[in-house]
């Protein structure tokens, strides 16, 4: 391919950028960016497409750095090829509100795909990201019009590959054969707790041939230039399966201590830096020095990327004259936009509609907008069945040759895979053109907590369909039964938790959450039936509460969610005529949304003088920041028809207005009730 | 090994009490143990040791149903062997408070010895059983007494396969060699989306080879008993090795819809029943009959059991003479009891000690009581040197091949496998001789949410060292800063979270982890360094929750956890100096240990009459319980040297003063207040 000196100065100069970032932060990790430094300058001189002065051109390659530890090797690459990323900025590595931050953050920084850090997450965002080319082109692509062709390419550790959420991702990738996927394994031998034969000794290539990937070996990751790129032209050739490219190389490649694990997270010594930049060629007096050859080289790359891109745009442009619906569609989905009047496709229920189960309104929505949202993908982790997640008619995602689908099917078949399943719905997210779903139980997104995480971190739109949502999923029993589900979701930042308590409600929570651009969602569903409420109406349940029923006079107000509201109703009769006791009704579907109301309308929901109670069939943590008093579940389940779960628990109408009258005669002394809307001040955000 | 018919209808037995159970239940899975029942009895009726009459028996080989939803198949045997487990038992199969849930639980039913049913939880467990037994053997086994050799069995089902928990904790047992440990993978071909050629094609055989498994395929799992015997067989002879047995099945054999997943997950129709007890030669019209010839057949095995520990109890009397130490330390260990004294070991500080992190001051606790308590074995997931959780001198848990270690070793390189390590630790603890603990990231003990569950859930003593606990850990940022986390295990019900402000807070969080017998521990432990606190002593820190520092007349209590407990300290000064405000503080380490507090003693820490405001820099859900006001941050942390980020975000003395003003400003008019502890009625446990 013909490589010469400046390629090798280029390399030292991604070693000396990451060790000088690390040595000034005084903290990160320059061993991984030392040693895979080749590889990423092969790849992004000499096979990677990309245009630095738009980011987001939808037909560039996308790489992920899933050893995102290792994120000055990206940073360090950002600036050489002319990202929005400066010299300045790779002094500000790891200082506060600096868009370089200690691993990568896609919502921050110009040219970072994916929030990586978080070990396995990248290898199977990148798995989205490939399944979402695939989808991509196999619905807009015509012949003649390759509009998306691009690979994904995805650097990853001994850390990622030993994390069970790569191994599900990867399982996945191999079975859908995905040629667009690359991942190269930077085999360093080395992680924190020293060399890999402590703990991971597994013949990680015959894994990846297990699962049906096509694999080859680079020996010499440190200096075979030649070796590299025809490591990775061999895998851009295979086309019906995803690579694994082993590529051994020397961790902190150049340092004293290069090798071990000392290199591997913290910065260099004074004395290591010196002789590393005296060997390098570069002056060990100086720091954050470019050589201008080496930005020759990268940005002459660069403008060949922004001469494809124009080209691109001309090939584009050709498109669409001649397919006009499929261009304007690709390029609303990019914006994230829905289509015009798609909400009208919801539907609307009133009280004379029939009791049904809110998992079920769930499929019943699914199954009037996937026409008229295209870009809905989706799928289940093997509860397909049971999650409702799948249209009449629904194409699988498949690869061909399997008679069981195609490409532009748009039903995944997850597998039993939930945290790889989260994070392939961030890479789906993420490439641009599609909304992702995944369904499983409430109880297992906690499988898949840390994907979830990083959707809110990155604020990514992904849809949980989460059924089975309580204790009223009945006799599976407490091993399945969430408790504490709502309270972990609701504690993290921008991720939306619905519970919804009817049909309308179902209508409201997915209206918000397909709308929400910039943040994913969690929708909790029953799996017994539910009644069509009185009082609940769209309007009011994309506010995440309001009053389902009021009542003059009250003297107290029932706050509840999802399958408990319809029992609320029933108490607030036998709480008049039993007790002479007024209740209200609060639903509050979505607590996220609800917070960001104006405190007006909150406390118009949740007034002062008035004491309340919250019912809800699990944890009761977080619950004290709405209401007074709490009836809920703060012990494990049970097993058993769900009636009589319900029963055991006293989530009964007389159960509930046992409480109330409780609580109505516990806070009758207090003088003007303060609503806990008051706050004595305002949260930081 | 000589099969007759007895057999083929001790297993028909199983298959038609699986089927009477799940119809009388109108609930559960009768697919799977229709399909396992010739593996379940070969190896129960051939291989298994067991005393049904003392299922707590040391030596008794282990058996997990990791495909718990199959538990029928579990409580039919435990029924045929004489456990304590009746017909009647059978025929409450998913009904409320039996002790035949919907999937097995520990706690609740003889016999069954980890709580499974999640998938890929119970081979995780299996590996941390077989880790014990090989640990156990190594450290008390002598020259002519084997008194502890016994195997761990699994079954597992494609969906344990599929996920990346059990890919991990396979990974990891194939490192280890672990020769004692079985597994029989029931290959249908079915999950609950249809034919597993959906997502899963895989070649798992080769994949377990990779991870170094022995591997043996029976092809004909529905009747060739022989085969089955004789794999199982193979698999004891091999040592070194864990091994997978490939067991070709059919799906609710017998069945009308056998081989299809019309059987995975519904009871069978009648008639279909019906022509299943006619083929299998029993009555179709009567249900739960056991042949007497088929509870001859078991109870026999049984009694051999029973025979096998009394020849064992005779080994252990002889060992108990022969080894006094070793043989009084087995049965104390088994016991769940600690050494007598053993606490004195735990380190004491006063306020003239240094300032140390808390992840420090928790390895000094592991230095000084490794030695005084022999059952400690424990590791981290790849982050010994930060996480700090292995003491000086320790040996490595490794096969002696490896020379890194022996079996003695009671330190686990976990590998980046922090679900795996979780399930592992519960293994541990559930094997009976160990006090198992597992070290990593507070931000990562997320990633292995669903074994923590199953540690709460089955009331198994582990231990989290969950250090970097905050955005406290700094140029990390926010991908590894916690800020759901804590109210995410909170909100678990019983497992105690611990964050201490100190030393003598650290020493008493370890006092409470070690002697809780039935309830795992995550001990949030800082980056940071935290000064020795006045006023903070164990006695009090055991409490959960304590009076800090008490100052008459005060306006306002400031309530706090871990390292913002030393801020509240300063900003009682800037309180009293700038704006003449009196602050008391409180530290509330555990509010599990805390809530279990007489009321009386709760009111005295957190009286009426007085605001209160919580700092704690994450979410401040669940705060609401204990205070009026809440500081925290609600929002993902920033990548920076800490003490810029603790200042970004105001918390100082200056940012908690500021709000502890606006505290007793917001409350000042309000007469009588009521301590949030005080509450209308109590909750249901």
């Not at 991604?14 to 300058?41: E, K, Q, Y």
């Not at 639903?587 to 909150?602: L, M």
């Not at 494990?636 to 989530?651: N, P, Q, T």
Request: hydrophobic share 40%; with cysteine; proline share 5%.
């Amino acid at each position: 391919m013909g490589f010469s000196d400046v390629d090798t100065l280029a390399i030292n100069t991604i070693r000396v950028l990451a060790v000088d970032a690390t040595f000034h932060a005084n903290s990160g990790h320059p061993g991984a960016p030392m040693g895979m430094a080749p590889v990423a300058h092969v790849l992004f001189n000499k096979f990677m497409k990309f245009n630095p002065k738009n980011p987001k051109w939808l037909n560039r390659d996308r790489f992920v750095l899933s050893n995102g530890h290792g994120c000055m090797l990206q940073y360090a690459l950002l600036h050489l090829y002319g990202y929005a990323l400066s010299i300045d900025d790779l002094k500000a590595f790891r200082h506060v509100d600096s868009i370089t931050p200690g691993h990568p953050e896609a919502h921050d920084t110009p040219g970072i795909e994916v929030t990586t850090g978080p070990l396995g997450q990248g290898i199977s965002n990148a798995v989205g990201l490939a399944i979402a080319q695939a989808h991509t082109a196999a619905t807009f692509n015509k012949p003649g019009f390759d509009v998306v062709d691009n690979y994904t390419y995805s650097f990853l550790g001994d850390g990622c590959l030993q994390e069970g959420i790569s191994s599900e991702a990867c399982s996945l990738a191999g079975h859908l054969q995905l040629g667009n996927l690359i991942a190269v394994w930077d085999d360093n031998h080395i992680t924190i707790d020293g060399d890999t034969n402590v703990s991971f000794t597994e013949d990680v290539i015959k894994r990846y041939e297990a699962y049906g990937w096509h694999t080859v070996t680079v020996e010499k990751g440190d200096d075979d230039l030649e070796g590299i790129a025809a490591a990775i032209k061999k895998c851009q050739e295979i086309k019906d399966k995803p690579s694994l490219i082993q590529l051994k190389t020397t961790i902190g490649f150049g340092s004293k201590q290069e090798g071990t694990h000392g290199v591997h997270g913290s910065p260099l010594k004074a004395d290591d830096i010196k002789q590393l930049k005296t060997k390098f060629g570069f002056n060990p007096e100086q720091s954050f020095v470019v050589p201008q050859e080496v930005y020759d080289l990268c940005h002459k790359v660069a403008a060949e990327g922004a001469a494809k891109e124009e080209e691109w745009n001309a090939l584009f442009a050709k498109y669409g004259e001649q397919y006009k619906t499929e261009a304007a569609d690709l390029i609303r989905r990019q914006k994230g936009d829905l289509p015009e009047g798609w909400e009208k496709a919801l539907p609307l229920y009133t009280p004379a509609d029939p009791a049904v189960a809110s998992r079920k309104l769930s499929e019943n929505i699914i199954n009037k907008i996937y026409e008229v949202l295209p870009e809905l993908v989706g799928g289940s982790a093997d509860l397909t069945g049971s999650n409702l997640t799948r249209w009449k008619g629904a194409v699988d995602f498949q690869p061909p040759s399997t008679g069981l689908g195609d490409y532009s099917g748009r039903y995944i078949r997850f597998g039993v895979r939930e945290h790889g399943m989260g994070a392939i719905l961030n890479g789906l997210a993420a490439y641009g053109t599609i909304l992702p779903y995944g369904g499983t139980f409430l109880n297992f997104v906690s499988y898949a907590a840390g994907a979830v995480r990083l959707s809110a971190l990155s604020q990514i739109r992904a849809i949980w369909v989460a059924t089975h949502d309580s204790i009223g999923l009945g006799e599976d029993g407490p091993t399945h039964q969430p408790i504490e589900t709502l309270a972990h979701f609701r504690a993290l930042p921008n991720c939306m938790v619905w519970r919804p308590a009817d049909g309308n409600e179902t209508s409201a929570a997915y209206y918000v959450a397909l709308t929400s651009k910039h943040t994913p969602s969690i929708i909790a569903l029953s799996r017994q039936n539910l009644p069509q409420l009185e009082g609940s109406v769209i309007d009011k349940g994309i506010k995440g509460g309001y009053v389902l029923h009021e009542q003059e006079g009250a003297d107290v107000t029932l706050v509840s969610t999802g399958s408990e509201v319809c029992i609320c109703v029933d108490a607030v009769k036998e709480l008049a005529e039993k007790h002479n006791i007024k209740a209200r009704v609060v639903s509050i579907p979505c607590f996220e949304v609800f917070d960001a109301q104006p405190k007006d309308y909150r406390l118009s929901v949740l007034p002062d003088g008035i004491p309340s109670l919250s019912v809800e069939v699990m944890s009761t943590m977080g619950w004290e920041r709405y209401t007074h008093e709490q009836f809920g579940l703060n012990r494990f389940g049970a097993s058993g028809a769900y009636l009589d779960v319900y029963k055991k628990f006293e989530f009964t109408p007389e159960g509930i207005a046992k409480r109330a009258v409780a609580t109505v005669n516990f806070w009758k002394d207090v003088p003007n009730i303060r609503s806990p809307i008051n706050r004595a001040f305002e949260q930081i955000i």
